[in-house]
């Protein structure tokens, strides 16, 4: 078993993933070591299901922004790049970054490679 201090640094680093915040390090200082292992196996289950719910929400936006390209392939770009172009040059995006931002994919790999699609074209 790891030391007390390695368990309540892993509490807090786990707790801080999950929530944005450091928890309060009263709480788990009053926690026993098997209390303090039961929370651990707790947090890392949160922030798995968190991490496959992040994952789900990046291919839902990706699939709905391919359904965006295949339509406007379909009323006259002919063709995915230009559906690319049509769609950043009628948003407001300052960027590659900006649009990948507005279409909700931006940290994710799907929104890296459509920045480097739209970059590729020159937007």
């Known amino acids: 078993m790891r030391p007390r201090e390695e368990m309540l640094g892993m509490a807090s680093d786990l707790f801080k ?7 309060d390090y009263a709480m788990l200082g009053r926690m026993s070591n098997s209390e303090l ?20 929400y990046e291919r839902l936006q990706w ?25 950043y040059e009628g948003s ?4 590659a970054g900006q649009f990948v931002w507005q279409q909700g994919l931006l940290g994710s790999e799907y929104g890296a490679e459509l920045e480097r699609e739209l970059v590729s074209l020159g937007v």
Do not use: H, K, S
């Not at 039961?38 to 991490?51: E, F, I």
């Not at 407001?92 to 960027?95: E, F, I, N, R, S």
């Open 17 to 23: 993933d999950c929530n944005g915040c450091r928890p």
């Open 92 to 95: 407001d995006a300052m960027d």
């Open 37 to 56: 292992v039961d929370y651990l196996n707790d947090l890392q289950a949160q922030l798995d299901w968190q991490m496959e719910a992040d994952r789900e």
């Open 63 to 87: 699939d709905a922004f391919e359904g965006v390209i295949e339509n406007a392939i379909e009323v006259g770009a002919g063709d995915r790049a230009t559906a690319l172009r049509w769609l």
